[in-house]
């Protein structure tokens, strides 16, 4: 789970240097950052737990930094498409960049092509508002990635990035 954590972090940092809004970059950096902290105390948590054995207090503190932790790396997702959403920059040569570019790309066209289908096929209530029951949710970054986790469900617990691995291999 730190390590998926540090994964995100790293994800966040990329796409916060390509993010053409200030804003949005800003937000991105603070979120990554926050994931940081809460990826490293879960660390130091379990590690101490490992060592202390099982009681009631630590398995208690353990659960709640995971649910910190899953809470900061949604907020990283979440600012990572407001980032898309604003635009970013050309990537550079990095593969790592480029595979986060190339992913959020994907997302944008899914969003693009969602929102595309729901305009041709909105129904209209009687004020011509469009209504809501039975609307597909529009896509976003969380679902994509979610979409991604069962192929990586095979992944060691403790991967050691090898030579020609790239952030987006881990778990995004």
Do not use: Y
Request: aromatic share 2%; net charge positive; charged share 25%.
């Amino acid at each position: 789970m730190v390590s998926n954590g540090q994964v995100v972090v790293k994800f966040g940092n990329i796409l916060a240097k390509h993010c053409l809004d200030q804003r949005c970059s800003t937000e991105l950096l603070r979120a990554a950052e926050h994931t940081q902290s809460i990826s490293s105390q879960l660390d130091i948590v379990a590690r101490v737990k490992a060592v202390t054995g099982e009681s009631k207090a630590s398995s208690e503190l353990l659960l709640c930094n995971m649910q910190n932790l899953i809470q900061a790396v949604q907020h990283v997702l979440r600012a990572a498409e407001a980032a898309c959403v604003k635009g970013l920059g050309q990537p550079s040569a990095d593969p790592e960049e480029e595979e986060v570019a190339a992913f959020c790309q994907q997302w944008r066209k899914n969003l693009t092509e969602h929102r595309a289908k729901e305009a041709l096929n909105s129904d209209r209530d009687e004020l011509g508002l469009r209504k809501t029951q039975g609307a597909k949710a529009e896509p976003t970054l969380i679902s994509l990635v979610q979409e991604q986790l069962p192929r990586s469900r095979n992944i060691p617990k403790h991967p050691s990035p090898r030579k020609g691995h790239t952030v987006m291999d881990r778990h995004l």
